[in-house]
């Protein structure tokens, strides 16, 4: 049974955690996604507490959004704001006493995104030592014969499109940080055999997910996908697309990465809803259940952005279009609604990956993977095209 941490539905009226005022500057900036957004930027970061007390993605989330959000307004709230979480987690030699590594969950190595963004920041020493304590885990992570990452070790010969996202852009940091190009052929290497293994020929769509060994009840006997084409795993994989892509000028193999994200964010146009969103299963339309799904969305109009930023054939355009979209239908000064709050395969209660297991996943309001994603999107909003 997984149990999932409390997240309060109202931010405004949630206990406060720590001072945390936005400058009138970006208030002003992200007033124009409406007036809502700002105020509930502000109550969510000032009511923030970690989703675990280990470190974890979730959190890792939140930094990343509220780092991109510094990166697109250089307010000063909220780089202190990252800096304070993650320094209360790791020490000043760069050990990380609630990172536990023998576990081989490559969810876990998320979160080290803000080591990488933080020692770019500031040059301090020791987050370039947390980066390597962190990297150490993959040296060791088990590996499919393909060549990808395991998700984590409790689902063996398993890869899922979120584990792309949760290693593959803290592994090119890591890359560039410490000069090692071998490590970025590694990443495209992996992509690829994703590619290879996971994509829909007809549709250009990614599955969830993918058994190697054919071991699971959800997997194809035949190809080892799982059945259906979830929207969020879809996002992760192109924001790690895109992420990638944005670590690594420069390197060999980069014009691959580029490929898949053109490629994949293509696919996902094609299947919009006609708000110009996209929904929990990303080929099923308007079936019985299915909804447009807010952190997915949020996902796709970040890479479709971030993608036309840096040059490469993407409708940027229809991401902003969707991020206001969202704004204004999900955005409230309290809540952002929409969002699944967790979707997976196979485990206790088993999940199949049916269209019927994913229209079953409770919507979480205020839940960090949406909560990230909508900073995140704001971020390439401002940096873009506002």
């Not at 020490?91 to 590594?101: C, D, W």
Request: include cysteine.
């Amino acid at each position: 049974m997984i149990i999932l941490p409390k997240i309060p539905e109202n931010v405004i009226d949630a206990p406060m955690q720590r001072p945390f005022v936005l400058a009138n500057a970006t208030i002003r900036s992200l007033s124009a996604f409406g007036e809502q957004v700002p105020v509930f930027i502000g109550a969510y970061l000032k009511s923030w507490h970690p989703y675990r007390d280990f470190w974890n993605y979730e959190d890792g989330m939140v930094w990343k959004g509220a780092l991109d959000l510094y990166t697109a307004t250089h307010d000063p709230a909220l780089r202190q704001f990252v800096a304070a979480e993650v320094d209360a987690r790791i020490t000043p030699q760069g050990e990380m006493p609630t990172f536990n590594p023998q576990e081989y969950n490559i969810d876990g190595i998320h979160a080290g995104r803000a080591l990488a963004a933080l020692y770019a920041l500031t040059g301090e020493a020791r987050y370039r030592e947390a980066m390597g304590t962190q990297f150490a885990q993959l040296l060791t992570h088990p590996r499919t014969q393909s060549g990808n990452y395991w998700h984590k070790q409790i689902y063996p010969s398993q890869v899922w499109l979120d584990g792309l996202y949760m290693a593959q852009p803290f592994q090119t940091a890591y890359a560039r940080v410490f000069d090692l190009p071998e490590l970025f052929a590694d990443t495209v290497a992996q992509f690829l055999s994703v590619e290879a293994h996971l994509k829909d020929a007809a549709t250009g769509l990614y599955y969830h997910g993918w058994d190697e060994s054919r071991a699971e009840r959800w997997a194809n006997p035949e190809t080892g996908t799982s059945p259906c084409f979830w929207a969020r795993a879809m996002g992760w994989w192109v924001m790690a697309l895109a992420d990638v892509y944005d670590l690594s000028e420069g390197f060999n193999g980069r014009d691959e990465i580029g490929r898949l994200l053109e490629m994949s964010l293509s696919a996902l146009l094609r299947v919009r809803s006609p708000d110009g969103l996209w929904y929990q299963v990303l080929d099923q339309g308007t079936r019985a259940g299915n909804y447009e799904e807010a952190s997915a969305s949020l996902m796709i109009a970040y890479a479709l952005m971030k993608a036309q930023r840096l040059g490469l054939a993407a409708d940027g355009a229809a991401g902003l279009a969707a991020l206001q979209t969202l704004c204004r239908r999900f955005v409230t000064p309290s809540a952002l609604n929409g969002v699944c709050g967790v979707a997976g395969l196979g485990n206790t209660p088993y999940r199949d990956g049916s269209y019927g297991y994913y229209l079953s996943e409770k919507l979480t309001p205020n839940d960090p993977k949406g909560a990230g994603a909508l900073m995140m999107a704001l971020g390439e909003g401002l940096l873009g095209t506002v």
